[in-house]
């Protein structure tokens, strides 16, 4: 009994302890804080937001049947001003069908942009760098015989391309890891909306500016930067100002995971029995009572997203913290250690053989991932180049995170896939950092709960500021 009674006589001052590192913790961050979650909670539904503006572009009206994908593309061709590299095909019947594009390089000049949802391996690109892209059944044969003169030098030139590829293997050099490694080659590839049941031309959306992407972007800097990005001239010398307002979100949002830790253990009353009161707001109570109900229920049922909102943002604040999450993971790979290129997979040329129309490369992405989705298809640089396809699950409760396949061009052999839910359980938390903190995990079902907590959050500073002003002002016994 008296063991028990000191355990008990203990619990007061843990408590007491922890209320002051929340109070202070909360006080010293409680600007930033708000700052950071009011633009946060407006940014949850930043894409939501943005296509709402340009619903023009990603809405149509069902008639009849939708054109055949390729003849799509056939029909738009000598309208789009660029090269075509990829097609971005919704499942839902009412949503815009998207060509991917990449504009003339102005500078006569270098490699251009891959599509914005190129795979890893970096096979996104044009069927038109090697193959007409006429309904997909150009002879691939007769291409390179006008371009080559005879087959003979091209399947030279193909087993030179695979030796290369499979030699990189032996090759060693420096290389990052995936989540600091830069995507693309480029910038994001054009993306020109069509209607997909009358071929008419929609437009480009970011071509189009509006004060609403104006503001979302005003919206992101503050989260990130406080704003200080705008401000060219270094507030100290030898500080970029970007990465200044970096270290003041990332150490605010640090005081604000202590508060949500601690928070969670003061929650508890130090009579067990009262621990129900924390459960519910008391609305016929005074003001002060239900403020302190505010702050102390809604951040309870708020706690696990709280939490993971709050973990994950310092990774892109610190370099140590980046580091140490990798390494939690089991994903972090030593940029300065040399490492072994994974050799490229390579289109396997055979004379005559035709490349995969877009239809039957639809057909073969639905064989190898039979669920409703929306497709992705990054065509094929040159003879040996690959196809690029990503899947998104559609639905309320559909995870976010694609799945990725590597196509070769003719026979639509998967040569690489990357199934999201065939990863280890460390491996899936690890590269789902940026889900995790804005709430894009599970579909819409996880972005309303992560809107909700954001909301929460935002009150917390403003209400935790209440309940200490109104103890300050209580007589001392």
């Known amino acids: 009994m008296s063991r028990s009674k000191n355990k008990l006589s203990y619990w007061p001052k843990i408590r007491k302890f922890l209320n002051d590192i929340h109070l202070w913790g909360g006080l010293i961050s ?8 009011l633009t946060g909670t407006i940014y949850v539904y930043n894409t939501e937001i943005r296509e709402a503006v340009l619903s023009e572009f990603y809405n149509v ?5 939708k054109i055949n994908t390729d003849d799509l593309l056939t029909k738009v061709k000598p309208e789009v001003k660029g090269k075509i590299i990829g097609v971005k095909i919704p499942f839902a019947a009412d949503k815009s069908t998207f060509v991917l594009y990449r504009k003339p390089d102005k500078g006569g000049g270098g490699r251009g942009a891959q599509g914005e949802h190129a795979h890893n391996h970096g096979h996104a690109g044009d069927r038109g760098n090697g193959h007409s892209h006429e309904h997909g059944k150009t002879d691939v044969s007769k291409k390179h015989k006008s371009d ?19 030699g990189s293997a032996e090759q060693v050099r420096p290389q990052g890891p ?6 693309g080659r480029g910038p994001r590839a054009n993306q020109l909306a069509v209607n997909p049941y009358s071929g008419e031309i929609i437009g480009d959306p970011g071509e189009v500016k509006t004060k609403t992407a104006e503001f979302m972007q005003k919206m992101f800097g503050l989260h990130r930067w406080l704003l200080l990005n705008e401000i060219e001239e270094p507030i100290f010398e030898g500080l970029e100002n970007r990465k200044l307002g970096s270290w003041i979100t990332g150490t605010a949002t640090l005081l604000f995971l202590l508060g949500v830790l601690t928070g969670i253990v003061i929650w508890f009353p130090v009579k067990m029995r009262a621990w129900k009161n924390g459960l519910k707001i008391r609305w016929s109570a005074s003001w002060k009572r239900v403020n302190h109900d505010l702050h102390n229920t809604l951040a309870f049922y708020s706690f696990i997203i709280l939490f993971f909102m709050s973990v994950t943002g310092p990774f892109w604040s610190f370099d140590w913290y980046r580091e140490g999450w990798q390494k ?4 972090y790979q030593d940029p300065k250690a040399p490492q072994l290129e994974k050799p490229k997979p390579v289109s396997t040329f055979v004379p005559g ?11 073969a992405v639905n064989t190898i991932l039979p669920y409703n989705g929306d497709i992705t298809i990054n065509f094929a640089q040159d003879s040996t ?3 690029a396809v990503t899947k998104n699950k559609i639905g309320f409760f559909a995870p976010s995170a694609s799945d990725r396949l590597t196509l070769d061009q003719y026979s639509g052999e998967v040569l690489d896939k990357d199934i ?14 940026k889900a995790l903190h804005i709430g894009d995990v599970y579909g819409p079902f996880t972005k309303l709960l992560y809107f909700l907590a954001s909301i929460v959050a935002t009150s917390l500073p403003v209400t935790g500021v209440l309940i200490w002003i109104n103890k300050m002002k209580k007589k001392p016994k």
Do not use: D, H, M, Y
């Open 30 to 37: 409680g600007i930033v804080v708000l700052i950071v979650c």
């Open 61 to 65: 009206k069902q008639e009849g049947e």
């Open 148 to 166: 080559s003169t005879s087959n003979e030098v091209v399947a030279v030139q193909v087993a030179a391309a695979q030796k290369v590829a499979a």
């Open 178 to 183: 995936p989540s600091q490694a830069p995507r």
């Open 328 to 331: 939690t993971w089991g994903i």
């Open 353 to 363: 053989k035709n490349v995969l129309t877009v239809e039957e490369t639809i057909l």
């Open 385 to 387: 180049g690959t196809i």
């Open 420 to 433: 999201f839910r065939e990863k280890s359980f460390s491996n899936r938390i690890g590269a789902s950092i």
